[in-house]
Nanobody, 116 residues
Framework: QVQLVESGGGSVQPGGSLRLSCAASGIIFSSNARGWYRQVPGKQRELVAM??????TYADSVKGRFTISIDNAKNTVYLQMNSLKPEDTAAYYCYARHRVTGQQYWGQGTQVTVSS
């Protein structure tokens, strides 16, 4: 059974930092494109950052502030979030898509709240 388990969410003041982690079991992360989406209630889920075939992709709104990284040995993907803004407040979801089969996997989500 495939599981993506996020951790590291929480509440932080504007300008602060958080690091999200997503540990995968049941799949080999390196065989997948993997990354992070976020969603605010009433809005569509949006891509935040993705790593696939050596290419890193970021949403324009987070470029220069967020960094995605991979530890294949730990089967874990991270999202370092710096200079957080209130508009970064959302539920953040870990995502993986198998490069060959296209099978998609989602984590359960972790809440990030940026507020003074």
């Amino acid at each position: 059974q495939v599981q993506l388990v996020e951790s590291g969410g929480g509440s932080v003041q504007p300008g602060g930092s958080l690091r999200l982690s997503c540990a995968a079991s049941g799949i080999i992360f390196s065989s997948n494109a993997r990354g992070w989406y976020r969603q605010v209630p009433g809005k569509q889920r949006e891509l935040v950052a993705m790593s696939g075939r050596g290419i890193l992709t970021y949403a324009d709104s987070v470029k220069g502030r967020f960094t995605i990284s991979i530890d294949n040995a730990k089967n874990t993907v991270y999202l370092q979030m710096n200079s957080l803004k209130p508009e970064d407040t959302a539920a953040y979801y870990c995502y993986a898509r198998h490069r060959v089969t296209g099978q998609q996997y989602w984590g359960q989500g972790t809440q990030v709240t940026v507020s003074s």
